[in-house]
Structure formats: C-alpha cells, structure tokens
C-alpha cells in the first residue's frame, strides 16, 4: 500500500493517526533505503475500537504472544500485550500493521514507560504532503528492543538526522551497552557553561535552591570547564522540588526518564539535558554530610 492509499482510508474514520515504523522514518528523511513489507500506523487504544466497524470489508486479527485471532471491535488491553492489529482484504496478503498506543487529548505516552508523555506537536509531526508521522526518535526508541538487521539499518539511516532533542532523547533512553550508542554519541550536543547559567537563572527566579553536581560540579570547584559535558546534575532539597520542576516545565523542559520518586531527567527542544534529584537525607549522605536534626522538616513527606 502507498502512503497516499491509507491516507484516502482512514480518512473516513474520526479517530487521531500517524504513520509508524519504517514508513514514517521515510517520511522525516524523505527518502527511501530499503523495502518493507507492510505499513505501519499508529492510532491510541482508547479510540481503536471504531476501525473494527468502519473498515468491516477488511479482516482484521489481533497479533499478540506469537498469535494471530479475529478481531470485532472487542478491548485492546495492554496487560495482554495487545499493542497491534494486522489488516488484509480477504484473500489477500497482510499489508497494514495497525501499533496501538497510548494517549489522551493532549499528550502522546510512550506504551512502555507511561512517565514519558509528550505533547502531539512534539511527538507526531506532518510531512510536506501532510502526512502525520512518529517522531523518528520515538519511532527508533520503539525498534531498540529486540533488534533486528532492518532496524540497525534504519538507525544508521536516521540517527545523522535527529535534531538535537532527539539525540538527547535516546541518549539517555538507551542503554550504557545499547549498540547504537556510538551513532548517538557521535551526534550528541555538548551541554555549555551558557546553558548551564541559564538553567540556574531560571531555577533561582523560581525560588528553587539547587547545589550543581556531577561533572560541573567539579568544574565549578576548579573554576574551569575540564571536558565536555552531556547533562546538567542537579541536587536540591525536597521543598523545592515542586517549584524546580515548575520552572524547568516553563522553560520548555519535558520529563523523559523518571527514575523514581527522587530523580527525574529532563529535556527542552534545544537538545539539553537536566538531572535533577532530590531529598536531603540522600544528599547530605552522598557528600559526606551529617543529617539535619530537623530532616523531618525537609524530608519526602514535606
């Protein structure tokens, strides 16, 4: 099927939907390297029951645990692993792959680790032609589990065309040992001492007391930049970490890795990375530090 053919199809279905996989890789390179063998759409769980009655001359199976079974319109339900829907006209091949995924009006979410939502103009952007297409680092963060030859490909296709916050993005999604990881740092942007000031003026206009760690930390020690630096560390006590957050939300920082309840990363469309963490117990631990006697006063139940 050509772009334009599912374009005419599912314009008659009132539903939010992207073109996914392989095909929306082509659509941000405008290029193509390689064949496939279907298509690939996305569209959210929440509104996929409406294909089953609207595209009722097509046979539909769910594809889930190595099975295929007919398809009516029936919950998609995650914890079943029910995350796609393969298409054919009867009697013929398998030429839609239909990825269900998770969002709501205002924020795309990433099936796999729900703490990274983004908003629709974010993850889903529209070709010269107007096709809406997955943003083409989600769409590889998708394809970097369980590798196979085509998606190495693919990422040494795309990876040289990321924008800056898509580097980032899988910079720190990927893993430390993740094979792809000499292509995204060959792309990644240096975090400079500007950006830094610039993070800690909007920080201290919030009323969010930080302590620099990590990397600057130690440059600021030594009153010099020593090397290159990906990410901005930041500690900050407890109290404050609703009003840091605030901030960096103003500025245009997104949360994209959420590493539980006392550290998140986040990221703004320049390709930079904050670190924060939080509770005074921890940081007054990982300095060397004694507790404060009123710790309770600044602990995580404040």
């Not at 830094?196 to 030594?222: I, K």
């Not at 901030?247 to 986040?266: C, E, I």
């Not at 930079?272 to 507790?291: A, M, Q, S, T, Y």
Request: proline fraction near 6%; hydrophobic fraction near 40%.
């Amino acid at each position: 099927m050509s772009c334009d053919v599912v374009v005419e199809l599912f314009s008659t279905i009132p539903i939010r939907w992207w073109f996914a996989g392989g095909t929306a890789l082509e659509l941000h390179t405008g290029r193509s390297w390689r064949s496939h063998d279907d298509i690939d759409v996305g569209v959210c769980r929440a509104e996929a029951s409406l294909l089953a009655s609207l595209l009722d001359d097509w046979q539909i199976h769910v594809a889930a645990a190595g099975e295929l079974r007919p398809w009516r319109g029936e919950g998609l339900l995650e914890t079943r692993h029910e995350n796609n829907l393969w298409l054919r006209r009867p009697g013929g091949a398998w030429c839609l792959d239909v990825a269900i995924g998770e969002g709501d009006g205002t924020h795309w979410t990433y099936r796999r680790d729900h703490s990274l939502r983004l908003p629709w103009d974010r993850a889903v952007h529209t070709s010269p032609l107007g096709h809406r297409y997955l943003d083409p680092a989600l769409q590889l963060l998708f394809k970097s589990r369980a590798l196979r030859p085509k998606d190495d490909v693919d990422a040494v296709e795309v990876v040289p065309d990321l924008d800056d916050w898509g580097v980032a993005l899988l910079d720190v999604r990927l893993g430390g040992n993740h094979p792809w990881r000499p292509l995204v740092e060959r792309r990644r942007r240096p975090l400079t001492g500007a950006d830094v000031l610039e993070v800690l003026h909007l920080l201290s206009a919030g009323g969010a007391d930080v302590w620099v760690d990590g990397g600057w930390g130690v440059d600021a020690l030594l009153g010099d930049q020593t090397r290159q630096h990906a990410d901005l560390d930041l500690a900050l006590p407890t109290r404050h970490w609703s009003r840091a957050l605030g901030a960096l939300d103003r500025a245009g920082f997104t949360p994209v890795r959420d590493d539980g309840p006392y550290n998140v990363v986040m990221l703004d469309d320049r390709g930079r990375l904050v670190d924060d963490w939080h509770d005074v117990r921890l940081i007054h631990e990982r300095f060397g530090l004694p507790v404060p006697a009123d710790y309770a006063r600044w602990g995580p139940t404040s």
